[in-house]
């Protein structure tokens, strides 16, 4: 029996359950589609409705958009992630969408909002800048595996391994759209120059590495309440 009971039956030690698989595949999908394009309207609102500048030293609004930016991250991948961990171990779920804000909130406030702003008054348009900036900030994602694996240390002996997983996925991902690029002069997601799909798709190719090495992670023997 899975943590939620569900009687689907796993691999006890690689932890395998395709059921799992492929929903976390699905949720991570649908998160990252739902954050980058959100993301993209909030950087919208602050640049031309509200007019957020150097000039005008608006760090209060940098720092509310920003906000809001981690709490969606935090709130959507969270949330959707959580439904394939709460099937294995019983972690709560504002614990998991917390562990989540953080790495979000250096995200934007270290490489997004900064982009964004310095865009006002150069010859880039904010929509570059946001695809520079989301773009640098993938090399963040190791960091949501380390603030992700603390929450798991409490359930299974193999968290340590997450953090890894997570800087694995994103290294191969990375240097398998480099390669790309070499080949394909139009896949400049890796430089800012590429498009908003060319970054949905660098984060959604993550999710199959991060998928498996999470289920092995919390396959039942190794589960700490299991010992």
């Known amino acids: ?5 569900s009687g689907h039956e796993p691999a ?3 932890g395998w359950d395709a059921r799992l698989y492929w929903r976390w595949i699905g949720y991570n999908t649908l ?3 739902t954050v980058l394009t959100v993301g993209f309207l909030l950087i919208l609102l602050g640049n031309d409705v509200l007019h957020m500048n150097l000039a005008s030293r608006n760090v209060i609004l940098a720092l509310l958009i920003a906000t809001l930016g981690a709490a969606l ?6 949330a959707l992630q959580w439904l394939v ?7 709560p779920r504002k614990v998991w969408v917390t562990s989540n804000v953080g790495p979000a909130l250096l995200a934007w406030l270290l490489v997004i909002m900064p982009a964004v702003i310095s865009a006002q008054g150069s010859h880039q348009t904010v929509s570059t800048a946001y695809l520079l900036a989301a773009s640098q900030s993938l090399a963040l994602g190791p960091l949501l595996g380390l603030s992700q694996s603390l929450v798991l240390r409490k359930v299974t002996t193999r968290w340590k391994w997450w953090i890894g997983a997570n800087l694995a996925s994103w290294l ?3 240097a398998l759209i ?3 690029s070499r080949w394909a002069a139009d896949l400049n997601v890796l430089t800012g120059d590429g498009s908003l799909v060319e970054v949905y798709l660098t984060l959604i190719a993550t999710t199959p590495l991060t998928g498996r090495a999470l289920l092995w992670v919390l396959a039942p023997t190794a589960l700490t309440a299991a010992r």
């Open 1 to 5: 029996m899975t943590a939620s009971g």
């Open 12 to 14: 006890s030690t690689s």
């Open 31 to 33: 998160a990252f589609l």
């Open 73 to 78: 991250f935090g709130g959507v991948l969270g």
């Open 85 to 91: 961990v709460k099937e294995r171990v019983p972690v």
């Open 172 to 174: 191969i991902v990375d």
């Open 178 to 180: 480099y390669l790309l």
